[in-house]
Structure formats: structure tokens, C-alpha cells
């Protein structure tokens, strides 16, 4: 029952996750996005390592190196925006109004 | 297995490795050297691997005695090597490519700076992408192969660069979650992360069928197959020109890679086969809308760029084939074919890439009427790129003529006319977009040069288009390799190579 | 000695290395280009002599090389083989030394030549191939390296002129392709048959390897300038004379021709073309256009124009021949593939003459150039007379077999057709005569630049005169085991 509950609120947040980065136009509600989208996988890797008697350690290791991914790559992100926004002025992906 | 095990096949991860740490460290000083020692040692490990695997067959690897799921599992066969093969091909042209390249204003000193360590980085992560055999590790590979991607893409810091950077961050980052879902769906319903494992407990149903469409959506998307290209042609022609070499030849053959490695055998057929179809068909409208793209674009690095959506496209043209009912024959051709396709491609795109790189260097624009009259100049940039082109266009003796015929007589022993017909307006489209690049290299034009390129860039191109068409000449030794271990129903063509 | 596997081998390398060795050298390296060029023109032409010595005594020369799993690339020498390669490296030897005079100065030289090796070299495979594959690998070079030679000028008309020559010609390869990969799949890997390899497939694959033939056929009808796919030739004229006299005589629309007779005879067996009644439409389609080239040669004032029109023309007689069921009608098919050859060159190499030392392009221009170019226009004379058919030129032994293989094949009709052809010839050859001979120029002709007492220089002499020759040679001496009616003859022997 509570891996059911788990896994709809993981599955939920990813979803909701992917949604915001399609559709949201700017780079730093996209990255967020796709942060919850993130938590949401790591949530699902968590819920499902539950199976009754002992938690199932490899997921948590998974879950771990995951989040290390995450967290770099995030990072990586929001200085390449930043540059970008110092080259350009421009805070959305496809800004018309774009220097060239 | 206890201790340390180390094969020769560690040294294509670790020797890349090690070099880009080390120019991390030293910075400029004794690059020649440290680059040079690299790419020896590299070499040497690809030669012993390959020997090694000669001798006794494929074999398989847990390194420091780890195996899945936590452990680092590794498969050496004859896929392995060939793709291998190819990395340290291109890599060792685009690494001697690159010491000319950056010159020596201070911009082109900076991006150096950066780019020799994440090009080793991410050359050692493709190796162990390559070398892996288990989902989780795919994974860890996919991600630190893209993000050193990204990096080198962002390396000249222009404005379109920084946006296609971070258009392809941010849809690579999201389809590793989606492959990363897939593969957590799949552990829970096998409690395993080996291929070999989840392949015997996996019983079809809507888990499987989550799982499928999950992975292979997200490695849709990191291989940029038609509807998911849109990331790449902005991407691949703003990066520099050795690192959009890479990135063609090297970086998108990572998801075709496991991808083709997951569709042949780790899947039931029940949930397999619509998938297996279905990326047929996006194969085939990649080729199709990829080409005339091509055709349509203003820009040399463009042009060759969607020249890649389109020649990606041909590798899951081989994907239906491997449906259930299929005969050995064909499916083993179709699979040969693919990968022949990805070794081809890579080869002759590689070049392609750093033939553009020589001539807009030569002009300092990258515009199409910008080549008018530079064949006269850069007879042998000329040469490489009409070589790489003959492979691209499918025309023999290039390499790529072989995937196509292997591909094409599939296709009529199943009695599908389609694919046939695709392969060849296929064919005949990237004339169409590669003779935009000839003739105007051909043109009477009286040009200046704006930089003479070193010749070594020259050299380094036209060695990558020789060796396309060396391929192209010598199928059985590769079949011959691509033999060795063939996944299980995907060997009968294979068998009859002497 | 070379051994005889390796022989055809080196048929190839010895343009494909000069091809290479000219590229490495620099664009201002004349005398040495000139050199290579002459050296690997002869040296062919001793190989391909040894190797028709060597066919003429029962040898076999072959080499074998793995290509795909139970495919391989042969390169091998029979009788067809001889009759192409040594037109071609006769003519090869005479194109080069005619271009090295005609592009003296000109810019660019490195690139012609190499490629024009390069051309060569294909071309010899596609004579030498032994198999389907092998020939549509060379093929394919051959069109490729062609490219560059066509759009040589690179002005915008020849880049025009370079497209269509592509979007033509690799349209009929893809047709080729597919019925390649078609028969493949029917009939599995096999090399060129005498007599043909399909024998009893056929009638349990009727409409398949009908449809296979009319493929096959029509791709290789592609680059043989055969109607309605011959707009590529025509326009192709922008290249410069030698390229005109290769892609006309040595090399290009041969090689379509070529494909031809080798499906008809080594890959379906001309009994089995006979017998499932495959010929008839290609009779009919030689037939419109031998009749559509010719009357579209009248209409042009353009000397190259003309000459290319009757090109279409004349290259369909090697279809006509080929299509007649009997002996007469194969031999003089195959005979003009060499004849043909032999006459065009001339012309070509006269028309460049004029065009070289007189800039004269139209047919009206040339009032009297007979007096200024008396030896260009002699040999000129010669050829034209030839391709009308007087006897005993060389046209002349062609037009003979023929009628007599419409006779012996029962289709009268043909001779009609022979008769309506030479007549045309003689329509739009006469007149240049006559305007050459006996018209008076406008002005007086400048004299030859710097006192010299030739007309043109002795590059730009010699292959003409020696092609006019050869056109009176083969004819008078047909019974020499070296002259191409004897080589027809001794091939028909066996594929009858």
C-alpha cells in the first residue's frame, strides 16, 4: 500500500516535471523542472527498493550515484545559463529577442 | 573473482582517462607529449584488446572483482571492439587534428585549455559505454559522455553555441531520466540490472512494456533519431569542428549502441516487436526528412550535420528486421548492416567534419557560396571530402555502400519494398546535398585564402576518408570480428565469412 | 613475367597510380606530369596488347578479390573484355596526348589529369569486370570521376551541365541497382556467363526477371545516351574536347553500351533473351533513337551539338545489333562499339582543333577552314565519311553486319532504318564538308602563331590523324587478328 503511494507521488512528479520543462519557457524554471522531474525517478527508485523484510540496498546506491549525476549536471547548467544570459541578455531558449 | 582483474580493455578507459587528467593539471605545458603518450597507449590497449579477444573469444570482465549490479561489468565481443575500433580511430585523427587547430591567439589558448581534458573524458566514457553490459552502468556512461558533450559543445562561447548547448543539457539530461525510469521499472520487476539476468526473469506484460518504452524513448532521443533530432543540428554545427566530429561520428552512436545491444535479446518478443517497427519507420522518415533538410540548408556545417539525422536513420532502418518471425538470415544481415552503418558513418563523417573544419578555417566563414573555388586551393581537404562523401552517399567502394546492400538484400529476402525504396532515394538525396558542397568547391572562382590551414589538419582529415574507403574494401575481416560473440540468433550471415 | 592473376590488376594500377602520383605533384610540375601521363598510357596499352595476345591463345587472366560474404570482385579478361579495354587504352593513349597539347597553359591541370586517370582506370574496370557487382562498382567511379572533368570550366553553364550529367546518370544506376539486388536475390552470386547463367530460372521466374531485364537494361540505356534519357550528352558539351572525346568515345557512354551487352549475353543469354521475346522492345526503342538523334543533328549549327546528337545516334546501332537475335546483327553491334569509338574521337578531336586554333564554335563559321586546317580537316573528312558508311571505313563494316543481321533475323524493317540513318548521316555530315571544302571565308584565316609551319601544334595533330588511320584500317584490314571485326567474330563463336 505505502509502495503504491510512494510510486503514484514519484510517477506524479515526474510528469509533472517533464511537463514544466516542455512547456515552461524560462531556463530557470526549466531546470527546476526537470529537478522534480528527478526527484521523482529517485522517489520511484526508493519506493520500489521496499518489498517487505529488508529494504533492497542497490537502488539506494543507484539512487546515490543519481543524485550526484543530478546535482553536477544542474550545476553545469545554471553556469552555461548564466553565461549565456551575460552574452545575450537572454533568459528563454528560444528568446526572439536574442542578440545576435 | 576475487582481487584485481584488469584486462587490456581497461587501458581504453583508463589511459584517456589518466591523459585528461593530467592535462587538467599541466595545463599547456608538454601537451604534444602527454597527448601523444595517451593516444600511443590507447592504441596499444585497442591492439591487446583485440588480440585478447582473437585468442579467446568474447569474454567478459567484472572490474576490481565487482559485478552487476553494483560493480562495474564489462563485455568484450566482437560489437565491442569494432565500435571501440572506431572511437580510437576517429579519436586518435581528431586529437592530432586538434593540436593544430587551437592556434595560438589567446581565445583559441583558453578553449585548449578546456578542450584536452574533456575530450580524453569523454573519450574514456564512450569506451566504457562501449565496454558495459549492464543497464545502471549505461546509464552512469551515457551521463558523463553527455555532459562532456555539452561542455565541449559550449567551448567557443559564442551565443548559438551556449543555446545549443544547453537545448541538448537539458534534453539529454531528461531523456537519461526516462531511460533511468525504464530501468528502475525494470529492476523491480526482475531484481536484476545484468542484461543477461533480466533477460531470463523479464515475462511480458505492461511492466515490460513500460520498461521498453521507456528506455528506448529516452535512447531515442540521446541518438537523435527523427522526431527527437531537433536538438542536434544546432548543437553538432555551432561546436567546434574536431568536437562536432565527435559528436557525429562518436556521441550519437552511444544510444544506437545500447539501443541495438537491448533490442537484440534482452526483450520478449510480445512487447519487442511494436517497438522494433516503429523505430523502422522513424528510421526511415529520418533518412528522408533529414536529407532534404540538408538540401535545404545554407551552411556548410549544417549541411553535413543533418546529413547525420539522415545517415542515423539508416542504422534503425536494420531494427524491424529483428522482429519475431524474421529468419536468421536476414536478421543476422540487418544487425551485421547496422553495425557496419555505424562504423561507416562515423568514419566518414569524422572526416567530413574536419574537412568543414579546414575549409571555413581557410575562408573564416562557414556559408555554402563561401567555398566557391577553394578545390584549387585545398586540393587535398577537396580529396577528403569527396572520398568521405562517395561512403556517405552509398556509392561503392565507400564503406557505407556495404550496410546499404546488406540492408537492401534483407529487405527483398523478406520481401519488403519499402526500406528498398527508402535506402535508395536515400542514396540519391545525399547526392543531392553533398554535390551543393562539390561543385562549388569545383567553381572557377578566383578566392584569397584567409588563413592557410597547417597541413596536418589537411592530413588528419583526408587519413579518416581513406579509411572509409579501406572499409569499404575489406567487409570480411570485420564481419569476421563482428562474428565473435553475435548475440544469439544474429550469426547466421555472419557464419559464412570464411 | 607477371603472373596472370595479377595481370588485370595491374591494367588498373597502372592509371589509378598515375592518377595518385599526378595529384601528389604540384599544379606547376608540366614536364614530369607529362611524363607519368604518357608512361601510364603506354604501359596500358602493353598490358591490354599482352592480355589480348594472351585471350587470343586460350589464357585465362583473373583476379579474385573477397568483397562481401559469397560475393566477390573479379576482374578478368574474355573476349568482350579485350574488345572494350583495348579501344579504350588505344584511345586512352591518343586522349591524353591530344589533352596534354589542348590544355597547355591552362589552369587546373593537375585536377584534369588525375581525375582523368582516375576515369580511366574505371573505365578499364568495367571492362575487366567479371561479375554484376564488380561492374557496377567501377560504374559508379566512373560517373563519380567523370564529374570533375565535365564541370572542368566551372562557370555556372558547366556547373548546370555537371547536374544534369549527375541526376542522369546516377538515376540510372539506382535502376541498375535494384535489379542487381533483385537478380542477386533470385539467382544468387554468379560471375558474366558466356551463353548467359540463368538457363531454366527463367521460366520459373518469368515476370520478375522481365522486369529485372527492362531494369537493368534502361539504367545501363541511362549513360548510353539512349532516348528519352540522352538530354545529359548534349549537354555535357561545355566540358572541353578531350573530356567531349571521353565521354563520347572512350569511356562514359561505352560503358552504358558495355552494360548492356553483358547483360544480354553473359548474364541472361542471348537464346533466353530470344526465346521470352525480351529484344523487340529494345529493337524499337535503338531504332527511335538512331531516327530522333539524327534528325535533332540536323537542327544544330553548333559543331559539338551536332557531333553529341549524332552520338545518341550512333551509339544506339551497338543496341540495334545487340537486340537482333543471329550472329550478323551481335557482330556488327559489337563492332561498332570499337568503330564508333574510333570515328567520334576523330571528330571530337577536330571539332577541338578548330575550337583551339581558330575559336570557331558554329557550323557557319567554318567557311574554307579547310585550307587553314587542311590535316585537321582531312582526318576529319575521313571520319564523317566513315560514320555515313562509305566503304570501306570503318562506319561501313558496321552498317554491313547489321543490314545482314536484320535479313538473318527477319525483321526487314531495320534496313529501312539503316538506310534512313545514312541517309541522315550524310544529311548533316555533308553540309560541314561542303562548308569546310568549298565555301569562301569571310576574312582571311590568321596565320599559325609563331611562324610555325604546322597548322596546330603536333599534340593536337597527331591523335586526329592517327584515329583517321585506324578508320581506314580497320576496314581494309578486317581479317588481322587484331582488328575489332575479327575479336566480334571470335566472341559471337562463343556465344552462340
Redesign the interface.
Known amino acids: 500500500m505505502t509502495v503504491t503511494i510512494y510510486s503514484m507521488a514519484a510517477i506524479a512528479l515526474?510528469v509533472l516535471g517533464?511537463y514544466g520543462?516542455w512547456w515552461q519557457p524560462h531556463?530557470l524554471r526549466?531546470?527546476v523542472s526537470?529537478n522534480i522531474?528527478?526527484a521523482g525517478?529517485f522517489l520511484?527508485?526508493v519506493a520500489?527498493a521496499f518489498?517487505g523484510g529488508d529494504p533492497?540496498p542497490?537502488?539506494h546506491?543507484?539512487v546515490l550515484?543519481?543524485i550526484v549525476?543530478?546535482v553536477?549536471?544542474t550545476a553545469?547548467?545554471v553556469v552555461?545559463?548564466a553565461?549565456?544570459y551575460r552574452?545575450?541578455g537572454?533568459v528563454e531558449?528560444d528568446d526572439p529577442e536574442?542578440?545576435? | 573473482m576475487t582481487g584485481w582483474t584488469l584486462g587490456p580493455e581497461a587501458g581504453l578507459v583508463g589511459f584517456p582517462a589518466l591523459g585528461a587528467v593530467v592535462l587538467a593539471i599541466t595545463a599547456a605545458r608538454g601537451r604534444r607529449l602527454v597527448v601523444g603518450l595517451t593516444l600511443a597507449a590507447t592504441l596499444v590497449a585497442l591492439v591487446m584488446t583485440l588480440t585478447r579477444l582473437l585468442s579467446v573469444g568474447a569474454y567478459e570482465q567484472d572490474i576490481g572483482g565487482w559485478g552487476a549490479?553494483?560493480g562495474i561489468g564489462w563485455r568484450i565481443d566482437g560489437f565491442a571492439v569494432l565500435m571501440l575500433g572506431l572511437s580510437v580511430a576517429v579519436g586518435i585523427a581528431v586529437s592530432i587534428y586538434s593540436l593544430a587547430y587551437f592556434g595560438d591567439e589567446p581565445g583559441d589558448r583558453r578553449r585548449a585549455l578546456f578542450f584536452w581534458p574533456l575530450w580524453f573524458f569523454l573519450w574514456s566514457a564512450l569506451h566504457g559505454l562501449f565496454l558495459s553490459r549492464d543497464l545502471?552502468n549505461w546509464?552512469?556512461t551515457l551521463?558523463l559522455s553527455g555532459?562532456a558533450a555539452?561542455?565541449l559543445i559550449?567551448l567557443s562561447?559564442?551565443?548559438d553555441a551556449?543555446?545549443g548547448?544547453?537545448?541538448y543539457?537539458?534534453l539529454a539530461?531528461?531523456a537519461?531520466?526516462l531511460y533511468?525510469?525504464g530501468v528502475?521499472v525494470l529492476?523491480?520487476a526482475t531484481?536484476s540490472?545484468d542484461l543477461a539476468q533480466v533477460a531470463a526473469r523479464l515475462t511480458p506484460g505492461p511492466v515490460a512494456l513500460a520498461a521498453i518504452l521507456l528506455i528506448t524513448a529516452g535512447l531515442v532521443v540521446k541518438s537523435a533519431l527523427f522526431p527527437a533530432h531537433f536538438w542536434l543540428p544546432s548543437a553538432h554545427a555551432s561546436a567546434p569542428s574536431p568536437v562536432s566530429a565527435v559528436l557525429s561520428a562518436l556521441v550519437v552512436k552511444g544510444g544506437f549502441y545500447i539501443l541495438a545491444r537491448t533490442m537484440t535479446g534482452l526483450w520478449p518478443a510480445a512487447v519487442a516487436d511494436g517497438v522494433l517497427l516503429g523505430l523502422g519507420w522513424l528510421g526511415g522518415a529520418a533518412v528522408l526528412w533529414g536529407s532534404l533538410l540538408a538540401i535545404r540548408q545554407q551552411h556548410l556545417k549544417l549541411v553535413i550535420a543533418y546529413s547525420t539525422v539522415a545517415q542515423l536513420g539508416y542504422l534503425f532502418m536494420a531494427f524491424p528486421f529483428w522482429m519475431e518471425g524474421v529468419g536468421e538470415q536476414v536478421a543476422s544481415r540487418a544487425w551485421a548492416g547496422a553495425a557496419y552503418q555505424a562504423v561507416s558513418h562515423g568514419l566518414a563523417k569524422a572526416a567530413l567534419f574536419l574537412a568543414a573544419g579546414v575549409l571555413i578555417h581557410a575562408r573564416g566563414r562557414d556559408d555554402l557560396d563561401a567555398l566557391r573555388?577553394l578545390?584549387?586551393h585545398l586540393?587535398v581537404t577537396a580529396?577528403a571530402m569527396?572520398l568521405a562523401g562517395?561512403s556517405l552517399m552509398g556509392?561503392?567502394?565507400g564503406a557505407g555502400f556495404?550496410p546499404k546492400?546488406?540492408m537492401?538484400?534483407a529487405a527483398?529476402?523478406e520481401g519488403r519494398i519499402l526500406p528498398?525504396v527508402v535506402l535508395?532515394t536515400g542514396?540519391?538525396l545525399a547526392?543531392g546535398y553533398l554535390?551543393r558542397i562539390?561543385?562549388r568547391l569545383?567553381?572557377?572562382?578566383d578566392v584569397v585564402l584567409a588563413h592557410p590551414p597547417p597541413r596536418i589538419l589537411e592530413l588528419a582529415a583526408l587519413g579518416l576518408a581513406i579509411l572509409s574507403i579501406v572499409t569499404g574494401?575489406s567487409?570480411?575481416p570485420i564481419?569476421s570480428l563482428l562474428r565473435i560473440g553475435a548475440p544469439e540468433g544474429f550469426a547466421a550471415?555472419?557464419e559464412?565469412?570464411? | 613475367m607477371i603472373p596472370d592473376t595479377l595481370i588485370p590488376l595491374a591494367v588498373l594500377l597502372t592509371s589509378f597510380i598515375t592518377g595518385i602520383a599526378i595529384?601528389l605533384l604540384g599544379e606547376d610540375r608540366v614536364r614530369l606530369r607529362t611524363a607519368l601521363n604518357l608512361t601510364g598510357a603506354v604501359l596500358k596499352l602493353v598490358l591490354v596488347m599482352l592480355m589480348l595476345w594472351g585471350v587470343f591463345q586460350g589464357h585465362a587472366y583473373q583476379t579474385r578479390?573477397?568483397?562481401?560474404?559469397?560475393m566477390d570482385l573479379v576482374l578478368r579478361a574474355d573476349g568482350m573484355t579485350i574488345l572494350f579495354a583495348s579501344l579504350s587504352a588505344v584511345l586512352w593513349l591518343l586522349t591524353t596526348i591530344y589533352a596534354i597539347g589542348y590544355l597547355e597553359g591552362a589552369?587546373?591541370r593537375?585536377?584534369f589529369f588525375a581525375y582523368f586517370s582516375f576515369c580511366v582506370t574505371a573505365t578499364m574496370g568495367v571492362s575487366l569486370a567479371g561479375n554484376l557487382?564488380t561492374f557496377?562498382?567501377f560504374y559508379?567511379?566512373l560517373t563519380?570521376t567523370t564529374?570533375?572533368l565535365v564541370?572542368h570550366?566551372?562557370?555556372e553553364k558547366s556547373?548546370k551541365a555537371?547536374?544534369v550529367y549527375?541526376a542522369y546518370t546516377?538515376?540510372g544506376?539506382?535502376l541498375v541497382?535494384?535489379g542487381m539486388?533483385?537478380l542477386?536475390?533470385i539467382a544468387g552470386p554468379f560471375d558474366f556467363t558466356e551463353t548467359g547463367v540463368l538457363g531454366d530460372l527463367f521460366a520459373e521466374n518469368r515476370i520478375a526477371l522481365t522486369v529485372i531485364f527492362f531494369l537493368l537494361m534502361l539504367g545501363f540505356g541511362v549513360k548510353a545516351a539512349l532516348f528519352p534519357f540522352h538530354a545529359w550528352l548534349p549537354a555535357a558539351m561545355v566540358a572541353p574536347a578531350p573530356v567531349s572525346a571521353l565521354l563520347h568515345a572512350v569511356a562514359v557512354v561505352k560503358a552504358g553500351a558495355f552494360g548492356m551487352v553483358r547483360v544480354v549475353y553473359d548474364v541472361y543469354g542471348i537464346t533466353v533473351c530470344d526465346e521470352e521475346a525480351l529484344l523487340p522492345a529494345f529493337m524499337v526503342l535503338a531504332a527511335i533513337t538512331i531516327l530522333y538523334g539524327s534528325l535533332r543533328a540536323l537542327a544544330q549549327d553548333d559543331f559539338k551539338k551536332r557531333l553529341a546528337f549524332s552520338t545518341v545516334s550512333q551509339v544506339s546501332y551497338i543496341l540495334l545489333g545487340i537486340a537482333m537475335f543471329g550472329p550478323m546483327g551481335t557482330i556488327g553491334g559489337l563492332v561498332h562499339l570499337v568503330h564508333q569509338g574510333i570515328m567520334k574521337i576523330t571528330m571530337f578531336f577536330c571539332a577541338g582543333n578548330v575550337a583551339e586554333t581558330l575559336h570557331l564554335h558554329k557550323i557557319s563559321e567554318l567557311k574554307g577552314v579547310g585550307r587553314r586546317l587542311p590535316l585537321t580537316m582531312g582526318a576529319f573528312t575521313v571520319a564523317a565519311l566513315g560514320m555515313i558508311g562509305v566503304p570501306p571505313l570503318a562506319g561501313f563494316i558496321s552498317k554491313w553486319h547489321l543490314g545482314l543481321g536484320a535479313i538473318e533475323s527477319g525483321h526487314p524493317w531495320i534496313l529501312a532504318v539503316l538506310v534512313a540513318s545514312s541517309l541522315l548521316n550524310a544529311a548533316y555530315f555533308l553540309p560541314i564538308l561542303r562548308t569546310v571544302w568549298f565555301d569562301q571565308p569571310d576574312s582571311p584565316w590568321p596565320a599559325p602563331e609563331g611562324g610555325r609551319r604546322l597548322e596546330a601544334s603536333w599534340w593536337l595533330l597527331v591523335p586526329p590523324l592517327a584515329t583517321a588511320v585506324l578508320t581506314i584500317l580497320v576496314g581494309l584490314l578486317g581479317g588481322s587478328v587484331i582488328s575489332p571485326i575479327h575479336w566480334a567474330y571470335l566472341i559471337v563463336g562463343r556465344e552462340y
Open positions: 515526474f517533464l520543462l531556463l526549466k531546470l526537470l522531474a528527478s525517478a520511484l527508485m520500489l518489498r533492497d542497490v537502488p546506491a543507484l550515484t543519481g549525476i543530478s553536477s549536471a553545469f547548467a552555461l545559463a553565461r549565456r552574452e545575450t537572454a531558449l536574442e542578440r545576435p | 549490479p553494483l545502471f546509464y552512469v551521463e555532459l555539452v561542455a559550449a562561447g559564442r551565443a551556449l543555446t548547448s544547453l537545448r543539457l537539458l539530461l531528461a537519461s531520466l533511468l525510469l528502475v529492476y523491480s531484481g540490472l573555388g578545390g584549387a586540393p580529396t569527396a562517395i556509392i561503392p567502394p556495404l546492400w546488406m537492401m538484400t527483398i529476402q528498398i535508395i542514396g540519391l547526392v554535390f562539390f561543385r569545383l567553381a572557377a572562382d574494401l567487409s570480411l564481419l550471415y555472419l559464412s565469412v570464411p | 595529384l578479390i573477397p568483397f562481401l560474404p559469397g589552369p587546373h593537375r585536377r557487382v557496377f562498382l559508379e567511379v563519380l564529374y570533375p564541370v570550366r566551372g562557370t556547373m555537371g547536374a549527375l546516377l538515376g544506376s539506382a541497382l535494384v539486388l533483385w542477386y536475390a
